[in-house]
């Protein structure tokens, strides 16, 4: 049964800080990874994605990698501003389901 | 407009009452699911339908019921709500083309009270 792990699950910086959000994963047998952020109360919008073939993604300010082998993930954020405070969630899709993290909730502050 | 809608947003329900909970979608996805979020536990899902005639339970379907009225349109119900029912509810779709296979695009979310 796949199992997803999210270190920390809170985390605080200072503006202009480059950080690492960690997901862990139990099977390697996945089709994707997928990171997400969640505002309060709110819905989850998609920031990357990556297929199992691939070693990571970039959008903006954000580089996602996985290493399938370890069953790991990271997504690192670059000059990190006050609007990146949200909760990021890690989703690995295999077979038919997909696992969701806990998430790690992170504030940045000014 | 948003891709992928859900109605109503926020309800407050006593204890035993019938609730349907709707989602809709213009992606042309076939894949919908419904997810529960509940604080520290990430989301956990109910049910998913990947097309009309397609729908499996998923890991916390007891006590909810779901219909595929259409490709576009997914529901939950809750029979008969009761208090450990009280979380977020959402609702995601992905589609079927190989490149895509498995991104998830999400509602907004329903908030669920049961009293």
């Known amino acids: 049964k796949q199992e997803v792990t999210q270190i920390p699950a809170a985390l605080s910086v200072p503006e202009g800080e480059n950080l690492v959000l960690n997901c862990s994963f139990t099977?390697?047998?996945?089709?994707?990874l997928q990171w997400f952020r969640q505002d309060p109360g709110k819905g989850l919008t998609s920031l990357l994605l990556?297929?199992?073939?691939?070693r990571e993604q970039t959008s903006g300010r954000l580089n996602a990698s996985l290493d399938k082998s370890s069953g790991r993930s990271t997504l690192y954020i670059a000059a990190s501003q006050p609007g990146d405070s949200a909760t990021y969630l890690c989703?690995?899709?295999?077979?038919?389901?997909?696992?969701f993290g806990a998430g790690t909730r992170l504030f940045v502050k000014a | 407009d948003a891709d992928v809608t859900q109605t109503p947003r926020n309800r407050i329900t006593k204890t035993g009452k019938r609730i349907m909970l709707e989602c809709s979608q213009t992606?042309?996805?076939?894949?919908m699911y419904w997810y529960r979020q509940d604080p520290g536990l990430g989301l956990r899902l109910i049910y998913y339908?990947?097309?009309?005639?397609?729908?499996n339970k998923g890991e916390i379907s007891d006590g909810y019921s779901v219909s595929r009225q259409a490709q576009a349109k997914f529901s939950l119900s809750l029979e008969s709500a009761i208090p450990n029912q009280t979380a977020l509810y959402f609702c995601?779709?992905?589609?079927?083309?190989?490149?895509?296979?498995?991104?998830?695009?999400f509602g907004p979310g329903t908030r669920l009270t049961v009293l």
């Open positions: 995601a779709t992905s589609g079927t083309v190989a490149s895509s296979y498995n991104e998830q695009f």
């Open positions: 099977d390697s047998a996945i089709y994707n």
């Open positions: 990556i297929q199992s073939s691939q």
């Open positions: 989703a690995v899709a295999g077979g038919f389901k997909t696992i």
């Open positions: 992606k042309g996805h076939d894949r």
């Open positions: 339908s990947f097309d009309v005639k397609d729908i």
